[in-house]
T-cell receptor, first 112, second 115 residues
């Protein structure tokens, strides 16, 4: 079993829709969770960073962690064509903040 | 700052040839990471350095892979001999400090095709 599992999509939505992207993780010791955005032919860039359970909001983006079910989510409100990218969830290994486990990524297409 | 610089951006080679990928981290960053991304396996950490010293190479797939960091501004990832299954996008990333407090910044990647 991979440390982080993610539905690869693709996910296609109309502009303005609310998008929900999800991951599950295997180890209950994981505490930090990140979402990266990767545009086509580019390297990933950090979008959001959360610790433990709960929600974190940044503009149109909300990251949510449910430790009881080992489930992490990223919500995008009022999605824009510029949000079209692949979104990867990630978590550092327990005890090693430099060793990240990444999900396989969900490709999102927001249609104008 | 120019960000993390990788070269070449694309590499096409034949099976059995030696391949060298290069990375220049962001100036002042103490950590350097090499990743591989494929459709099948996603983004995987191969090795990372702290202050030019390899810390964890448990992700290096085989002895055919080697990485060096001779100084703070340069690192190489070498594959010898290369095989078709090594075809992937290889990313280099750097961070100022430990991942607990500092973000990893990724380069644009090197797209490797082994025929």
């Amino acid at each position: 079993q991979k440390e982080v599992e993610q539905d690869p999509g693709p996910l296609s939505v109309p502009e303005g829709a609310i998008v929900s992207l999800n991951c599950t993780y295997s180890n209950s010791a994981f505490q930090y969770f990140m979402w990266y955005r990767q545009y086509s032919r580019k390297g990933p860039e950090l979008l959001m960073y959360t610790y433990s359970s709960g929600n974190k909001e940044d503009g149109r983006f909300t990251a949510q962690v449910d430790k009881s079910s080992k489930y992490i989510s990223l919500f995008i409100r009022d999605s824009q064509p510029s949000d079209s990218a692949t979104y990867l969830c990630a978590t550092p290994a327990a005890g090693n903040f430099n060793k990240f486990y990444f999900g396989s990524g969900t490709k999102l297409n927001v249609k104008p | 700052d120019a960000g993390v610089i990788q070269s070449p951006r694309h590499e096409v080679t034949e099976m059995g040839q030696e391949v060298t990928l290069r990375c220049k981290p962001i100036s002042g960053h103490d950590y350097l990471f090499w990743y591989r991304q494929t459709m099948m396996r996603g983004l995987e950490l191969l090795i990372y350095f702290n202050n030019n010293v390899p810390i964890d190479d448990s992700g290096m797939p085989e002895d055919r892979f080697s990485a060096k960091m001779p100084n703070a501004s340069f690192s190489t990832l070498k594959i010898q001999p290369s095989e078709p299954r090594d075809s992937a996008v290889y990313f280099c990333a750097s961070s100022l400090g430990d991942g607990r407090t500092d973000t990893q910044y990724f380069g644009p990647g090197t797209r490797l095709t082994v025929l």
